[in-house]
């Protein structure tokens, strides 16, 4: 079906910024919205940005103005720009596609790779 490969992620100091990127290959479809999503130790998964084929935009109130999210539907790939980083971004960071197939709503999750803020 849909694969996405998430390569990035590291270790970064307070104030430093970090670029990560996420392929998606396999059966895809025009229309689909891909988003970020992260989760902290003893924390639920949360939207981190979302970005529709329009390229429309969401941001938590967290990340906004400090985060952004971009895709090119040529390379099949979708960004995403932190700068300002705080200790409080350190999570596990997913790329997610979402589509409808048929009637059902289905989603699609990377491996996830990991954001460390730290002095």
């Known amino acids: 079906q849909v694969q996405l490969v998430e390569p990035g992620g590291g270790l970064v100091q307070p104030g430093g910024s970090l670029r990560l990127s996420c392929a998606a290959s396999g059966r895809l479809f025009s229309i689909h919205t891909m988003a970020w999503y992260r989760q902290a130790p003893g924390k639920q998964r949360e939207l981190v940005a979302r970005?529709?084929?329009?390229?429309?935009?969401n941001y938590a109130d967290s990340v906004k103005d400090r985060f952004t999210i971009s895709r090119d539907n040529a390379k099949n790939t979708v960004s995403l720009q932190m700068n300002s980083l705080e200790p409080e971004d350190t999570a596990v960071y997913y790329c997610n596609l979402g589509r409808y197939e048929g009637s059902k709503y289905v989603q699609y999750w990377g491996q996830g790779t990991q954001v460390t803020v730290s002095s």
């Open positions: 970005i529709d084929t329009g390229g429309r935009t």
